[in-house]
């Protein structure tokens, strides 16, 4: 999606969406977090059936010098 339609930087705004009583509360795994505002998302590598998910892991083990594999 395009950053522009969230970040509304004249009006100094940032557009969110509240995700506690929304229909993609019955898709998450666990509660959402700060207020309904946030979720936890537990990024994993490989998950069957689905893409290889490097990101954000990689960047956030190379910044605290984990080891990583570079894309």
Known sequence: MDRKRFIDVENQKILLAKIEGSEQEQDLTEKSTCGGY???HHFKRQIKDW???PLP???ANKYF???YNEP
Do not use: V
């Open 38 to 40: 946030a979720r936890i």
């Open 51 to 53: 893409i290889n998910d």
């Open 57 to 59: 892991i990689d960047p």
């Open 65 to 67: 010098g984990l080891p």
